[in-house]
């Protein structure tokens, strides 16, 4: 056989281990972002924010479920978070967000969410799993005579 | 090959090699004997054609280490390499290269399979038809949690039930 061929082989194998470790280490690297929007949504006159125009669908449901005429964009922070490590964001009222990313593979990503209360105290503590660009909402937390949306997106 | 006699006498007077009474010897042979002549002649066509060449000679520095090197190659000969029971992974590489290439590929495609495999566990099926699974959902000591979900819709909400602010 000649030194080519033994080459390739060695080649070969050695592409074969550092697949076979890709997926480890990416996992183990990737940090997760997400996207957080707090969203008031009230019946009085107002109609929908244009910034909440990537929602349309899921505040259309809303809005036939609850009766809601307004919908308005408080906040939209921004977060990405290295598996295991906690991103927290202030919630109108005193509340805050947690969440912290515990698995991410193949575009889906699984999410502790805690919601806790004015004194810190948890109020729901939930674990999601996401594919990329899905929502889900966290809510109706009353506000200022109108219902406060949690929108947790991940990126 | 052996070398008859005759051979080697006629050899020896080919080169001028040859005492006088060899030398009378041969020329007796010669006067009757036809084969021994033509034989004679091959040999001095041998000669000549050996003495007009290149000669290739050694530099001193290389005689000198010519018979050590011959000899140590003879005796690193005379012990040979015992082969191990089992072979390396290079001669067994070496020795099957299409083995090898096969059990590469083979190995390539295995891991492809069990890296999509675990991307296909997490396909579209298990995390709801909107990409939203929820795993888990406690409430707190104070409140109370549902999970909402209209009919015919995709939108999920965990829904939080706040206790009545005591000061209103």
């Not at chain 1, 809303?62 to 939209?76: E, W």
């Not at chain 2, 520095?61 to 050590?68: K, Q």
């Not at chain 2, 059990?103 to 296909?120: E, K, M, P, R, Y």
């Not at chain 2, 699974?133 to 999920?156: K, Y």
Request: aromatic share 6%; with cysteine; hydrophobic share 45%.
């Amino acid at each position: 056989m000649n030194a080519r061929r033994r080459q390739a082989c060695f080649v070969l194998v050695g592409v074969a281990s550092a697949l076979l470790l890709l997926p480890v280490c990416l996992a183990a690297q990737t940090p997760v972002a997400f996207q957080v929007r707090v969203i008031q949504a009230s019946k009085q006159p107002g109609g929908v924010d244009a910034r909440l125009s990537g929602l349309a669908k899921e505040l259309q449901e809303l809005q036939k479920a609850f009766g809601y005429t307004a919908f308005h964009l408080l906040d939209a922070p921004r977060g990405v978070a290295p598996l295991n490590q906690q991103w927290k964001a202030a919630i109108p009222g005193n509340r805050s967000l947690e969440i912290v990313p515990t698995a991410s593979q193949g575009g889906q990503h699984t999410l502790q969410v805690r919601f806790l209360g004015a004194n810190g105290q948890v109020m729901v503590n939930s674990q999601v799993r996401l594919k990329s660009g899905a929502t889900v909402f966290v809510g109706k937390v009353p506000h200022q005579e109108a219902d406060i949306y949690i929108a947790i997106s991940a990126d | 090959m052996a070398v008859s006699g005759r051979a080697r006498r006629l050899a020896k007077y080919a080169a001028g090699e040859a005492s006088p009474a060899e030398g009378h010897s041969v020329e007796a042979l010669l006067t009757r004997c036809p084969e021994c002549r033509r034989e004679l002649d091959a040999f001095r066509a041998t000669l000549a054609a050996l003495r007009s060449s290149d000669s290739v000679g050694l530099s001193p520095a290389e005689a000198a280490r010519f018979w050590p090197e011959v000899r140590a190659r003879l005796e690193r000969g005379a012990t040979p390499k015992t082969r191990p029971a089992r072979p390396s992974l290079r001669e067994v590489v070496g020795d099957h290269p299409r083995l090898s290439l096969v059990s590469a590929a083979a190995a390539i495609v295995l891991v492809l399979g069990l890296t999509l495999g675990q991307v296909a566990l997490w396909g579209p099926s298990s995390p709801g038809m909107n990409g939203v699974e929820i795993l888990s959902v406690e409430a707190g000591d104070e409140t109370s949690v549902m999970l909402f979900q209209m009919p015919e819709s995709n939108l999920r909400i965990i829904w939080v039930f706040e206790p009545p602010d005591p000061l209103l």
